[in-house]
């Protein structure tokens, strides 16, 4: 089964937009688990999504993880509870704004076959939706959580499953997936801090490369992560 993930903070109408194709395409090639997380100071996000969510079939399954330990969006730690909750062979990355077509899941398992892999890499405009193995991911220690901000976290997490040596495979997201437009000032929106895009992709590139010249093949190594409190 894959487990698409999805932490919300203040995208609700992106994701009101994005959910009934993902429902569709999950219908189409079950079994897929879909888990959001409704992160942060924000009204309750399934009264909203149930109606959409009540026409997965009964070979899926969704579930809604709250989180309100803080009132702003925090990218690693959301992306970790997503993960943490996730009972999936294996997650899949993804955000509010993308929707996967019909054929979408059938077409991962064929590239994860074909390339006997633990993971699958895509192209550059869908970089950051990953396909991973769920206990690989979990053995990995997830995203490092001091990527807090926009940018760097998935640049960083690939990296990091390719010291491992993972066997890795590759599918074109161009071909599958859509995405609805955000502009910079809704992505850098809901932070702790008010960064600009480039301070903030500034500092997850140090802590990037920070990692890789330590050679971490273990994020938050000793650190209990992806925890609700």
Wanted: aromatic share 10%; hydrophobic share 40%; net charge neutral.
């Amino acid at each position: 089964m894959f487990s698409w993930t999805i932490p919300c903070h203040k995208r609700l109408p992106q994701l009101l937009q994005s959910l009934p194709g993902l429902v569709a395409a999950a219908n189409a090639d079950p079994p897929v688990e879909i888990v959001i997380v409704d992160y942060g100071d924000q009204p309750a996000l399934e009264p909203e999504l149930l109606p959409i969510l009540a026409n997965l079939s009964p070979e899926n399954r969704a579930l809604t993880v709250f989180y309100r330990g803080r009132p702003y969006y925090h990218a690693g730690h959301a992306r970790n509870l997503s993960i943490r909750a996730s009972t999936g062979d294996y997650v899949i990355i993804s955000s509010t704004e993308i929707t996967p077509a019909v054929g979408y899941f059938r077409h991962l398992r064929e590239q994860l076959a074909a390339a006997n892999a633990k993971w699958l890499a895509c192209d550059s405009r869908y970089v950051g939706v990953l396909v991973i193995d769920r206990l690989e991911l979990i053995a990995a220690g997830g995203y490092d959580e001091r990527f807090e901000f926009y940018g760097g976290d998935d640049k960083d997490l690939r990296e990091r499953l390719r010291r491992r040596r993972l066997p890795e495979g590759y599918y074109c997201g161009e071909d599958w997936l859509t995405m609805t437009r955000t502009y910079n000032a809704d992505k850098v929106r809901n932070y702790r801090l008010p960064l600009t895009k480039t301070a903030m992709m500034m500092a997850g590139s140090a802590i990037f490369k920070e990692n890789r010249e330590q050679g971490v093949l273990v994020a938050n190594e000793g650190l209990d992560w992806g925890k609700l409190s």
